[in-house]
């Protein structure tokens, strides 16, 4: 995006505040199209005089050009995004589209075969700091060389529902694949200096992104060239050598190819990059030594650069390490993860049941909320908006405060649900026991600093004596 002020896009708005957009001013929808949570087509008035109008026409076509990200967005599926990134480092900004992990069958697998690993694929959720991480689709590999039998898998994958990546560079495979699943938007891998004219043709009639395949940059930047030319959207896979000296130089191509993108503003091939970790599998060793390569290789191109990666190995020792990268390189590091703030019930408490306070940063709020879980405590607890900080920050900072504490107190009512006032704050929060007990009335305990001792803390001190 070229522009950084809500200003600079507001000049090029109809400055009417009519509201249809969604938001109660044009300045609004200028600050939320800078957050990227909103785009300029949203503002319907200047999308229909742009119709008839130069001057509209003009200045959405700017408002476009200003706020599209530097490395093109592509669509796969019904709407997974990949690329779409603006900066180099994530501390530059924030990185916006985690990279899309697929996970290959192949056309002359078993159909049961075929059907439990994209039942593994679909089905996969791992809950990790208050939310469900998921795998994003399906390359379908055709090594039958028969255009039937790959369409007839196509299709069968394509009625999981997922994003799928139809894999092959036989051009009569990838038409008969096209014509049984096209619909569902495809993305079809790959075409190279020799099949390219073919795959041309095949992603305009099929109006689907493509992926365009060399290890040589000036031939990918000539492809992507060509296929973008004709208004094809383009994804870049500079192959993916997975060891030795093939490695480091598919590192150093992936690096140029985003600098070059963002920093050389080469628009050519500012697109989206695809590497296929899977390439392990050609290496040798056995399956656990190639399973790790393909999730080193995969580690590395999630924290530089790759928008999507097709993999193998579905094993939890090489899924959860990469699932889990991918959430903390794609969190924005503008904003801590928090939790809505509030009052919790766990374990179906009673009004003889102790009171908590914990803050409501994520990290905090889901080990607390888990131990004491686990812990089968019956408790209430309090979530305090600290603005997403931990305990000990928050208190040292002043959003831990004892006004704040009452504030919460009265606003959840928490008072009215148990016979007592006793609150049981965390250790971490001690210097405070005082301020919070003189400004709320309550008896104020000290629990330990690690959640996880609550348990024990309470055979001893709970009920207060
Ligand atoms: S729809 Fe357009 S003119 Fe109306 S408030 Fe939104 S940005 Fe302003």
Known sequence: MKVKSPLEIYRLLPKTNCKECGYDTCMSLAAHIIDRSAKPEDCKPLVEDAKHDDEARQNLEKLIELTSPEIDEVIVGKDLKIGGEEVLHRHELTFFNPTALF???????????????????????????????????????????????????????????????????????????????????????????????????LALEFKTPVV?????????????????????????????????????????????????????????IACPLIITPI???????DAVSRAYWETVIASLFIIKYGDAMILHSLEPYTIMPLIMLRANIYTDPRTPVQVEAGLREINSPDPDSPVFITTNFALTYYTVESDLTSGKIKGWLLVLDTEGLGVEVSVAGGQFTAEKVKELIDKTGVAEKVNHSYLVIPGLAARLQGAIEDETGWRVLVGPTDSGRIKGWLEKNWPPK
């Open 279 to 285: 390439a392990a599998w050609k290496a040798e060793g």
């Open 212 to 268: 365009v395949r060399s290890q040589d940059l000036d031939a990918l930047k000539s492809l992507a060239a060509t296929f973008r030319s004709s208004g094809v959207k383009v994804v870049l896979d500079p192959v993916t050598e997975p060891v030795g000296e093939g490695l480091r130089e598919t590192f150093e191509r992936v690096i140029q190819l985003r600098r070059t993108a963002i920093l050389g503003g080469d628009k050519e």
């Open 103 to 201: 996970f290959d069958v192949w056309d002359t697998m078993d159909d049961k075969e075929i059907d439990r690993r994209c039942s593994k694929v679909v089905g996969y959720r791992k809950f990790y700091v208050g939310r469900f991480l998921t795998l994003d689709g399906i390359a379908v590999r055709c090594t039958s060389g028969n255009p039937e039998r790959f369409a007839e898998v196509a299709k069968k994958v394509a009625g999981y529902g997922s994003p799928i990546v139809l894999v092959s560079l036989n051009a009569s495979c990838m038409r008969a694949a096209l014509e049984a699943v096209g619909e569902h938007n495809p993305l079809i891998y790959a075409a190279t200096l020799e099949n390219w004219e073919e795959f041309l043709k």
